[in-house]
């Protein structure tokens, strides 16, 4: 059974950064899958945020573009999203998944609160 582990969120002022990382208990991310980051805002649903190929290519979400970087180490099964230049719209629980997502494989995320 895969389990995905989020971590790496906190409390943070505006501009600033934090490392999410994401390490998976299966080897999910050391196949040919693509993987995500997601975040659920307070009061929204969850909305996708950078995707990356086993190869590394990249996607992000237009609002993010340019602020953060995904990452992947297929050897050690992790996903990392460096988040710069955060602003309190930033806000929000962010996951790692798949991509696209699956609905079993949802960890319990890890918080980033923006705020001065």
């Known amino acids: 059974q895969v389990r995905l582990v989020e971590s790496g969120g906190g409390l943070v002022q505006p501009g600033g950064s934090l490392i999410l990382s994401c390490a998976a208990s299966?080897?999910?991310?050391?196949?040919?899958?693509?993987a995500g980051w997601y975040r659920q805002a307070p009061g929204k649903g969850r909305e996708w945020v950078a995707r990356?190929?086993?190869?590394?290519?990249?996607n992000y979400a237009d609002s993010v573009k340019g602020r953060f970087t995904i990452s992947r180490d297929n050897a050690k099964n992790t996903v990392d999203l460096q988040v710069n230049s955060l602003k309190p719209e930033d806000t929000a629980v962010y996951y790692c998944?798949?991509?696209?997502?699956?609905?079993?494989?949802w960890g319990q995320g890890t918080q980033v609160t923006v705020s001065s």
């Open positions: 990356i190929t086993s190869s590394g290519s990249t």
């Open positions: 299966g080897s999910i991310f050391s196949i040919n899958n693509m």
């Open positions: 998944n798949t991509y696209p997502p699956r609905w079993d494989f």
